[in-house]
């Protein structure tokens, strides 16, 4: 073969520090749009983005060219200086150091794609910490406080 072929599909979730709930329902689009672009940029192509007040998730495609940490450093840095320029009410936006990254089928891209966009239906029933409790137990994670990050 002359030439490589790479199709990582990827649902990133990562949270604000300490959960604050920052990320309202004003602010939401533009970032996900701002989100969007640092994927792009990074031919990390995003499939899916969305969240809560109080974290984010990203359903894209892992370029072969960056590793997952550089996505993440990137992500998270971008977006936090960008935030804090849209107002005072986000002077003190910063995002948790961990993050969660799981592998995702290609015949699973259909659910993560809805399970991203009802949010906020979902997180009327769970918490965050609830919510990343079960991705866990999907992917036959033994808990640990330390993942849900405080």
């Not at 599909?9 to 701002?34: G, W």
């Not at 910063?94 to 259909?110: H, K, L, M, N, T």
Request: charged share 25%; net charge negative.
């Amino acid at each position: 073969m002359g030439q490589s072929l790479v199709k990582n599909y990827l649902h990133l979730v990562f949270s604000t520090k300490n959960r604050e709930p920052f990320i309202d329902k004003t602010i939401r689009p533009e970032l996900y749009t701002y989100l969007a672009g640092v994927c792009n940029n990074l031919e990390s192509y995003p499939v899916k983005i969305g969240g809560y007040d109080d974290h984010v998730h990203i359903l894209c495609m892992l370029s072969k060219k960056i590793a997952l940490i550089k996505l993440m450093e990137e992500l998270k840095s971008h977006s936090s200086k960008w935030i804090k320029t849209k107002g005072e009410n986000f002077s003190n936006f910063y995002w948790q150091d961990g993050y969660g990254a799981f592998s995702v089928s290609p015949s699973e891209i259909e659910v993560i794609t809805e399970y991203i966009a009802n949010q906020d239906e979902h997180h009327n029933k769970k918490t965050f910490q609830d919510e990343f409790r079960l991705f866990l137990k999907k992917y036959n994670v033994e808990y640990d406080e330390r993942y849900v990050w405080d």
